[in-house]
Each structure stands twice: as C-alpha cells, then as structure tokens.
C-alpha cells in the first residue's frame, strides 16, 4: 500500500524558520513533490525531490533521503502570506502514474 | 502559463441528478486527473487518463465516471449525484514524463442536498 504521513497542524512566527516533515511508506519511488494550498484555492506547485539532498529555491527548500523515506519543506523568513496548507506527494513509479498525496499539513503563521 | 479551467466553481444539486464537471487544459498535456478532497482526508484520485479515449480508475471511482473524447478535455460525471459526494472537486494535468509536475485548475464545490 501507499502511506504518506505529515502533521497535520504547525504554528510558527512571522519571520522565523520552519520545516514541515514528510515520510512515505510506497510501493516504488520516482519522486516527491510538495504543494502550497492557500485555503479555498488548487494546490500550486513548490518543489520536486527525486534524488537525495537539499533542493534550494529562494525561501523554500526541500530535503530528500530515499533510504529513510523522509523529506522536509523548509521555509525561511516566514511572512503571513505563507499561511497555507502544504502537501507531500510521492509518484511511486515511472510515467503515467498519479501521485499519491498526504493529508497537508496546516501552516499558521502567526505575528 | 499552464492553464487548467474548471468550467464551474460552485454548484448545488438535488440527490439522484446527473452532474457534469468540465475540466479544459491548454498544454497539450497527455495526462489529465479528476481528484476529490474533503477535510481529513486530503486528495484523492477520483479517475484519470493518459490518452483520449482512455481511463484508469484511481482510489475512489465508485459513483463516477468520466469521459475524455479530446486530448484537452476531461469530463467527471456522477450518474446520480448522492449527498456524500458533497466536496470539492480538482482536475489536473502533465506531460508524460516521471519529473513534470502536475497542474490544478481551480476547483469546483460541490454540494449535493
């Protein structure tokens, strides 16, 4: 089966660092991926992960490790507009095949 | 820009009414996707399709169906709208390729009484 777990909820502090936790249990691997909602919108795309190690763009990084199966979103310099709904998806195979999304975590940020 | 149209944002239907979404891509993506997504239980893969003409049921096609007669255009349909597919409903496209991301469109609500 396919399992992916992250908090549901975090609170943090306009202008603080926060990391959003994602591990995955699938039946293959070909990459994470991770989504900002704001609420009443579609997810918009933030970060893709296939290989290990730390994917770097502006104030959002991501962390990739395949052994652990575990990636985190990192945000810096938190402002208010990043309250928001952020979700972990994993493709589990090559190609055509969908991805598989965690629950989101919440994000509250807070002055 | 990638653009994914979801022909209506909110809707209300009656139980038992045939309902139709209208999803329309204009990136010549060959992937499209119909997700649904309620409080609790984040996204899940309702149908999708890689090619006209052809489906692939996801996690939670019981009560759908869908149609994808142009590359462009992915159609969900609930035969017979219940209250429990009251949600908020989510289509999507890519391209073929394992690294591309998919793209939302913007969602339709969807309450059923």
């Known amino acids: 089966g396919q399992n992916i777990d992250q908090p549901t909820e975090m609170t943090a502090t306009e202008g603080a660092i926060v990391q959003i936790n994602c591990t995955y249990q699938?039946?293959?691997?070909?990459?994470l991926f991770w989504y900002q909602q704001h609420a009443g919108e579609a997810p918009t795309f933030l970060s893709y992960?296939?290989?290990?190690g730390l994917e770097e763009k502006g104030r959002f990084s991501s962390f990739l490790s395949r052994s652990k199966g575990y990636s985190y979103l990192l945000l810096k310099e938190l402002q208010m507009k990043d309250s928001a709904s952020y979700l972990c998806?994993?493709?589990?195979?090559?190609?055509?095949?969908?991805?598989?999304f965690g629950k989101g975590t919440r994000l509250s940020v807070i002055a | 820009d990638v653009k994914v149209t979801q022909s209506s944002r909110y809707l209300v239907k009656r139980t038992g009414e045939k309902v139709f979404l209208e999803c329309v891509q204009d990136?010549?993506?060959?992937?499209m996707f119909w997700y649904r997504q309620d409080p609790g239980l984040g996204l899940r893969l309702i149908y999708f399709?890689?090619?006209?003409?052809?489906?692939e049921k996801g996690d939670i096609p019981e009560g759908y169906s869908v149609s994808r007669e142009k590359k462009e255009r992915f159609s969900l349909i609930l035969e017979s709208a219940s209250t429990n597919q009251t949600s908020m409903y989510l289509c999507?496209?890519?391209?073929?390729?394992?690294?591309?991301?998919?793209?939302f469109g913007e969602g339709s609500w969807l309450t059923v009484v």
């Open positions: 992960n296939v290989l290990d």
């Open positions: 998806a994993v493709r589990s195979s090559y190609g055509n095949t969908p991805l598989v």
């Open positions: 699938t039946s293959g691997f070909n990459g």
């Open positions: 990136m010549d993506h060959e992937n």
């Open positions: 399709s890689y090619d006209v003409k052809m489906k």
């Open positions: 999507a496209s890519s391209l073929v390729s394992s690294g591309n991301t998919i793209y």
